[in-house]
């Protein structure tokens, strides 16, 4: 369980300065930190040796930055290296900070915090009745991390909920299942991406190959990003270039010259040109982004439910010691059409807000077929009464977003085949 990060590695861990000049230290400012450190180290309550008080100095500066960068000791970087590769300890939840409470960004797929009910959005206040008020980021993920089977208490603060309310999860060893797929209704292919590691693009080929190798004549794709907290920005890159066959994917903007890179996608869509939809919410994030912006600006697939996140920075991990470094906030990213997704995110072309639909019908649901000596239908169709209309799936309440996604694909499906029907007949005549 790890906070939420985009991180590029850097090229080179040469520490490089800006053009512009360097100004000159300010000498009184240093006087005044050599005073409170001094006044620190002789009279707070206990004592702290010199390494420690370094330690807080240089984790504060990190901290008062932005919400992403962070000082890195040998436990956390560890933990970096865990995250990209998918397998770690916990409850499963991506997070960040909000006014000294833990926000959740998204459960991830699977996990107990999945399970248990946490929702992106839902800020938690206590662990174990205990507050968090007070404690950094990385002191209240190692409050919830544990041993397998241990339970925790989350009391929780959701928006249109009166009252804060507790919820029980038992720790688990976390492997996060970074791309899983499946086909709806024989005709759709349906790909999900948990999160963004190293090989997510690959893992996606793959996926898509399985689903194209059982149903050869898919109609349409849906690719959902959804709580999906984002991960490594190559990654992204690579999933991009998947469906898109040539242009750029995203850029990057820095003070230094090495963090100005751009991306682009390489020939090749491994689709074919299927049309797509792309599902994103509020708890797509950060490279999540990425994806959904380079395919909307690209016209390559349309963007279903609601704003993104709007995490659009990329942090570079520089090694400071053998085992220590700083993550460090040193771009932002930008789709192909220059627009900034920092603190913005990526408006759906289409929103559709996830909810629960109930279907209003009449109060006497009869039918032609019903009325008793009713003529036959002298064309050999199927006659229908109102036992047989019953929707075949209740995908519109489980997933309504998924739902609307499926019946755009569906209308793209026929007005294609309107369009092959007209040119035949045309030929035709």
Request: without cysteine.
């Amino acid at each position: 369980m790890f906070a939420p990060l985009t991180y590029a590695e850097p090229e080179s861990t040469t520490e490089q300065q800006p053009e512009e000049t360097v100004s000159v230290l300010p000498l009184e400012d240093l006087r005044v930190f050599t005073k409170t450190y001094d006044h620190i180290r002789r009279a707070y309550i206990d004592e702290i040796d010199d390494q420690t008080l370094l330690e807080y100095a240089i984790r504060g500066m990190l901290e008062q930055l932005d919400p992403h960068s962070a000082f890195l000791d040998a436990s956390s970087y560890d933990d970096l290296q865990v995250h990209t590769t998918g397998e770690f300890g916990g409850l499963g939840i991506e997070v960040g900070m909000e006014n000294g409470f833990i926000k959740v960004i998204s459960p991830i797929d699977d996990t107990p915090a999945a399970r248990g009910g946490v929702e992106a959005g839902d800020l938690i206040i206590k662990l174990d009745n205990v507050t968090i008020k007070g404690l950094t980021l990385d002191e209240s993920v190692e409050k919830m991390r544990g041993e397998k089977g241990s339970e925790i208490v989350l009391t929780i603060v959701r928006e249109g909920m009166e009252q804060p309310f507790d919820i029980t999860l038992e720790r688990d060893i976390i492997k996060v299942r970074s791309v899983r797929s499946e086909v709806l209704e024989n005709d759709f292919g349906y790909l999900r991406i948990a999160q963004f590691q190293v090989n997510t693009a690959q893992d996606l080929k793959t996926e898509y190959k399985k689903l194209i190798k059982k149903h050869k004549d898919l109609k349409g794709l849906v690719l959902d990003l959804r709580n999906n907290p984002g991960g490594v920005l190559q990654a992204s890159v690579g999933v991009a270039d998947l469906f898109l066959d040539s242009g750029m994917v995203v850029y990057t903007e820095g003070r230094l010259p090495d963090s100005n890179i751009e991306y682009k996608a390489t020939p090749g869509d491994v689709s074919d040109g299927l049309p797509m939809v792309v599902l994103v919410n509020d708890g797509s994030a950060s490279a999540s982004e990425i994806v959904a912006g380079a395919l909307q600006d690209h016209r390559r697939a349309l963007v279903l439910g609601t704003r993104s996140f709007g995490k659009g920075s990329v942090q570079t991990v520089i090694p400071i010691t053998d085992d220590r470094a700083v993550k460090l906030t040193t771009a932002l990213y930008y789709t192909p059409s220059g627009r900034s997704i920092q603190a913005q995110g990526i408006e759906p072309d289409i929103t559709v807000e996830r909810v629960r639909i109930t279907a209003v019908r009449p109060r006497a649901n009869i039918k032609e077929a019903d009325l008793s000596g009713h003529l036959k239908n002298t064309r050999g169709g199927k006659e229908v009464n109102s036992n047989d209309d019953i929707s075949e799936t209740d995908l519109h309440n489980k997933d309504s977003q998924l739902y609307e996604a499926l019946n755009i694909l569906k209308s793209l499906n026929l007005f294609r085949q309107g369009a092959n029907i007209k040119t035949s007949v045309s030929d035709s005549e």
